[in-house]
T-cell receptor
């Protein structure tokens, strides 16, 4: 149980375009989803926390207008990187937590390359 | 500033030996504690959670928690080369946010 999927697993886009990443909880209802970014050989960086049906809470320094998060259902959250730039190239990972649960389960991640 | 501290390593352990990974945390109100394993280029995988003082065993893994000392550890018995990875300690703080440590790189020597 507690499986989280992400799509796509990798994506290459041109500078200035937008990219949408989907995160799905496959066998549980995720009341809270988290989005992280990880640069090579660096630690996880929490970008934002989203609760189903509510606006996401962004961490300090993360531009909410650039990283659009939608958590419209208990099994799906999306992250849209708008007007992507090469410095946005990174490994984006979502995680999900069920109602009343304490454990976070991670998706496999999406590797974004902006050219 | 709530913190979770880990030695970055690398920690080198001979195959078959016990690997001991340690973690300290700053928020005394923390109630939930987790160990994740992350292979290079992959996302973290939850391997252990512990909520009360003492030891919790799952196969070759044992998590140990001492809330008075604000200390969590993970023991891996009979270490295998496949255990080579970065191990992340994570702590749920009183605001229900998970704080991750920077991870300890473990290298099992064949």
């Amino acid at each position: 149980g507690a499986v989280v999927s992400q799509h796509p697993s990798w994506v290459i886009c041109k500078s200035g375009t937008s990219v949408k990443i989907e995160c799905r909880s496959l066998d549980f209802q995720a009341t809270t989803m988290f989005w992280y970014r990880q640069f090579p050989k660096q630690s996880l960086m929490l970008m934002a926390t989203s609760n189903e049906g509510s606006k996401a809470t962004y961490e300090q320094g993360v531009e909410k207008d650039k990283f659009l998060i939608n958590h419209a259902s208990l099994t799906l959250s999306t992250l849209t990187v708008t007007s992507a730039h090469p410095e946005d190239s990174s490994f984006y990972i979502c995680s999900a937590r069920g109602q009343g649960g304490y454990e976070q389960y991670f998706g496999p991640g999406t590797r974004l390359t902006v050219t | 500033q709530k913190e979770v501290e880990q030695n970055s390593g690398p920690l080198s352990v001979p195959e078959g030996a016990i690997a001991s990974l340690n973690c300290t945390y700053s928020d005394r109100g923390s109630q939930s504690f987790f160990w994740y394993r992350q292979y290079s280029g992959k996302s973290p995988e939850l391997i252990m959670s512990i909520y009360s003082n003492g030891d919790k065993e799952d196969g070759r893994f044992t998590a140990q928690l001492n809330k008075a000392s604000q200390y969590v550890s993970l023991l891996i018995r009979d270490s295998q080369p496949s255990d080579s990875a970065t191990y992340l300690c994570a702590v749920n703080d009183r605001d229900d946010k998970i704080i991750f440590g920077k991870g300890t790189r473990l290298h099992i020597l064949p």
